[in-house]
């Protein structure tokens, strides 16, 4: 089974209460290997809900108590991407997740990339908070802008 951030495939889960909806994942929707998961939600956040960012570091520095995160008008949600994270960790163990397909660049689910909290478009190397979780626990990361056709076939096989 593979974990996918639940916007990719459609789903309005997104801060402002729409979808980044990835034409080839959605192809492949009816493979039935595919688990939806928005992790903000799954911690609480409301959609829609303020942008929010990781404040100058990374999703390991959060899960470590180094940084927070926080929405654009400086409330600190700290806990509920950590709630987040660590129910999708649950969902990897249920059932048997062996990888997972993230949104570039989000706080929770950035792969290679996460914005550096100044909510200025700047971009900072590092995992948002779930995808550093994941990869703490070995289960390997993919951005669904580094997908290809070939790549899905060998993840789905
Ligand atoms: S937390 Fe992840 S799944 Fe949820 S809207 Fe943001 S990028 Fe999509």
Redesign the pocket.
């Known amino acids: 089974m593979i974990i996918v ?4 495939l459609g ?1 309005n ?3 402002d209460g729409n979808s ?1 909806a990835h034409t080839l994942l959605q192809e492949y929707s009816s493979s039935g290997k595919f688990i ?6 799954l911690g609480g956040l409301p ?1 829609p809900r303020s942008p929010m960012e990781i404040v100058a570091g990374t999703g390991q520095d959060v899960l470590a108590g180094r940084c927070a995160v926080q929405g654009e008008q400086g409330e600190v949600v700290t806990l509920q991407f950590r709630q ?1 994270a660590t129910e999708v960790l649950k969902i990897v163990r249920i059932l048997k997740v062996t990888a997972a397909i ?2 570039e660049r ?4 950035g792969v290679n990339h996460i914005y550096d909290g100044s909510f200025s478009h700047r971009r900072l190397s590092g995992q ?1 908070v ?1 995808a550093a979780i994941l990869k703490e626990h070995n289960i390997p990361i993919y951005s669904e802008e580094d997908l290809t056709e070939e790549l899905l076939q060998a993840l789905l096989a």
């Open positions: 951030s639940a916007c990719l789903l889960t997104k801060y980044n939806p998961v928005c992790p903000e939600q959609t987040g993230l949104k989000s706080p929770s689910c948002g779930t």
